[in-house]
């Protein structure tokens, strides 16, 4: 049987809706497709609840036929097609930060869906409960030393035992607000202040890692398993992170054993709350970040770096999640 599929997406790319291989949102619609799956598409504004039941309005995707299939391009039609998310099988929620209050509300929508006859990817409920950078402290062994805070005392005093730091706001993404902190800087006491709207707003300070020069690593999770292909993110031209999306930026890497180790742990556990689409970045066998809202595959660098169909191996892998549901009524791994 057909099964229908709903991609909760950003805002950005249901309205500019073509495919783009720079955005793992896109390569995973145009894989459902190609596969028979019916593909509906929407944006978290679009979500609302009626009468206790969580709802859509969404629009239909589909592939413009081409003699060359593996190009073929995506829509979505204009008719506006209001359904019940628990008409869906499945439902992909990946819409970008920040983690605000119009975000939150989305979320909550997701408390009116049964999950045994919906699959969530990722639940958002989990989403929601899961801040990805806070929430790295539930794994304290494997991440630098950090404090979340709004205060300028404990900052000041993080900085002169650390003496260089990373500064990150918790609810943002690609890198937005990110700061290098160095504990001699003259504009030390304006970045913070700034930052943190006058000790109003908390933010993190993560010990500076040196081998940040040399990038960091994206380890890819899906459900319990780590996936062996990952991409070394490096540094962007006179900046301190991964700013530039560009083929440049980008180069091959393998995990050691003790990465594999420590991603395995954290897959079992966000796999258990249902968060099974999971990438960790990590510099130095050490876990910066956790992303869980929308996280990017980088399925074009991977492919461009090892001649290989990635997105065949992700699409392997969904399709066994979704197969197990239904078959067992609960999502625990994915068997690769």
Same mark, same amino acid.
């Given at each position: 049987?057909?099964?229908?599929? $709903? ?24 894989? &459902? ?33 081409? %003699? ?7 829509? !979505? ?12 099988? =499945? ?7 920040? =983690? ?21 990817? @990722? ?5 929601? @409960? &899961? ?11 494997? /991440? ?10 404990l900052i000041k005093n993080f900085m002169e ?5 990373? %500064?990150?706001? $918790?609810?943002?993404? &690609?890198?937005?607000? /990110?700061y290098y902190l160095n504990n001699n800087d ?5 970045? =913070? ?29 899906? *459900?319990?398993? /780590? %996936?062996?292909?990952?991409? %070394? ?16 930026? &980008? ?19 966000? +796999? +258990? ?22 996280? !990017? ?17 992700i699409m392997a892998g969904l399709e066994k ?14 068997? *690769?």
């Amino acid at each position: 049987m057909q099964k229908n599929i $709903l991609f909760v997406i950003d805002n950005s790319e249901l309205l500019n809706f073509k495919f783009d291989d720079l955005i793992t949102d896109f390569w995973l619609i145009r894989e &459902f497709l190609k596969r028979n799956y019916k593909v509906y598409v929407t944006n978290k504004e679009n979500l609302f609840v009626e009468n206790a039941k969580g709802c859509a309005i969404c629009y239909l995707s589909y592939l413009k036929e081409q %003699l060359n299939k593996e190009n073929e391009e995506i829509f !979505c039609a204009k008719e506006q097609i209001i359904k019940q998310i628990n008409d869906f099988d =499945v439902v992909f929620f990946r819409s970008d930060p920040p =983690v605000d209050v119009t975000y939150i509300d989305s979320c909550y929508v997701f408390d009116f869906v049964d999950r045994e006859k919906t699959l969530l990817i @990722n639940d958002p409920r989990e989403v929601k @409960n &899961f801040n990805e950078k806070f929430h790295i402290n539930y794994f304290s062994q494997f /991440v630098p030393e950090n404090i979340i805070t709004s205060s300028f005392e404990l900052i000041k005093n993080f900085m002169e035992k650390n003496k260089e730091a990373i %500064l990150k706001p $918790l609810n943002r993404c &690609f890198g937005s607000g /990110v700061y290098y902190l160095n504990n001699n800087d003259k504009n030390l006491n304006t970045i =913070v202040n700034n930052m943190t709207e006058n000790g109003k707003t908390p933010v993190m300070i993560q010990k500076y890692i040196p081998e940040a020069k040399n990038g960091d690593k994206r380890i890819l999770l899906m *459900g319990e398993e /780590v %996936l062996d292909e990952c991409i %070394l993110k490096l540094p962007g031209e006179n900046d301190f992170k991964f700013s530039m999306h560009e083929d440049k930026f &980008f180069k091959l890497t393998k995990l050691t054993e003790n990465e594999k180790y420590i991603a395995k742990k954290i897959a079992e556990k966000l +796999s +258990s709350k249902g968060l099974y689409l999971v990438g960790l970045d990590v510099i130095n066998e050490k876990v910066i970040e956790i992303n869980v809202t929308s996280p !990017c595959y980088f399925i074009r660098e991977i492919n461009m770096n090892n001649n290989i169909h990635f997105e065949d191996k992700i699409m392997a892998g969904l399709e066994k999640m979704i197969d197990r549901h239904f078959s067992k009524g609960r999502v625990y791994a994915f068997a *690769g």
